[in-house]
């Protein structure tokens, strides 16, 4: 299991690993429920996964009133999702102004296209037989 930290200090990594402990003993017993053990034939093991720190990662500076922990998490995410490699250096500025840029596309296309995202549209009732 790996460990994506941007706020690197020994006593955060430490922290941090022990926060990902629970989740490296339970997952292995979800994917054994969900059969991800077969898909890849690989033998069924509960031992718990193995929580490794990756280096190399951008770091955030920490300022005295701000942070850019959710700079930092999404672009993880978005590497993650897009299978690329974190760069090592990260412009924190210029991500924030692209994210601000694809959310206000987004409403906009919503506004005038009226679109509805699956938390803003309205419940959908049964399904009504027509015979």
Do not use: W
Not at 107 to 118: L, P, Q, T
Request: charged fraction near 25%; aromatic fraction near 14%; include cysteine.
């Amino acid at each position: 299991m790996y460990m994506n930290n941007s706020l690197s200090t020994a006593m955060k990594d430490s922290a941090a690993i022990k926060t990902c402990q629970p989740f490296s003993v339970l997952l292995p017993h979800f994917f054994a429920l969900f059969d991800e053990f077969k898909k890849d034939n690989k033998p069924i093991s509960l031992d718990p996964f193995e929580v490794v720190k990756v280096d190399g990662l951008p770091q955030q500076t920490s300022k005295l009133f701000s942070s850019d922990c959710g700079c930092f998490v999404a672009l993880f995410a978005e590497y993650f999702i897009d299978m690329k490699p974190i760069p090592p250096i990260f412009d924190v500025e210029k991500h924030r102004d692209r994210l601000a840029m694809l959310f206000f596309k987004y409403a906009r296309m919503k506004e005038v296209d009226f679109i509805d995202s699956e938390d803003e549209a309205p419940p959908k009732g049964p399904k009504k037989n027509l015979f």
